[in-house]
Nanobody, 124 residues
Framework: QVQLVESGGGLVQAGGSLRLSCAAS????????MGWFRQAPGKEREFVAT????????YYADSVKARFTISRDNAKNMVYLQMNRLKPEDTAVYFC?????????????????WGQGTQVTVSS
């Protein structure tokens, strides 16, 4: 089993930056694909970014491409999401997720482990 805990959320003005962190405990995250999802009030959970455990290949939602960067440090059991040029529409609860498979996944149902989420609020 893997436990995931997100941190780093907060309130930021539009155009600003935040860095989210996800700490994993339990089994090493070295064998997992890791991802970030977000959920705004009244909306479904949506994919943000994912990273492969071995070659660190990545995939992003079009809405965040070129603004957000996902990275991981397997030695520290950490996954990060650097968010730049934030927009009010980025406001949501952000979730870290882990997948017991080798392929990148953009669907929430493809992930096996979830954190409790961290709130990101972008003011205009």
């Amino acid at each position: 089993q893997v436990q995931l805990v997100e941190s780093g959320g907060g309130l930021v003005q539009a155009g600003g930056s935040l860095r989210l962190s996800c700490a994993a405990s339990g089994r090493s995250i070295a064998i997992y694909v890791m991802g970030w999802f977000r959920q705004a009030p009244g909306k479904e959970r949506e994919f943000v970014a994912t990273i492969n455990w071995s070659d660190r290949s990545t995939y992003y939602a079009d809405s965040v491409k070129a603004r957000f960067t996902i990275s991981r440090d397997n030695a520290k059991n950490m996954v990060y999401l650097q968010m730049n040029r934030l927009k009010p529409e980025d406001t949501a609860v952000y979730f870290c997720a882990g997948r017991e498979a080798s392929g990148l996944g953009s669907q929430a149902r493809q992930y096996d482990y979830w954190g409790q989420g961290t709130q990101v609020t972008v003011s205009s």
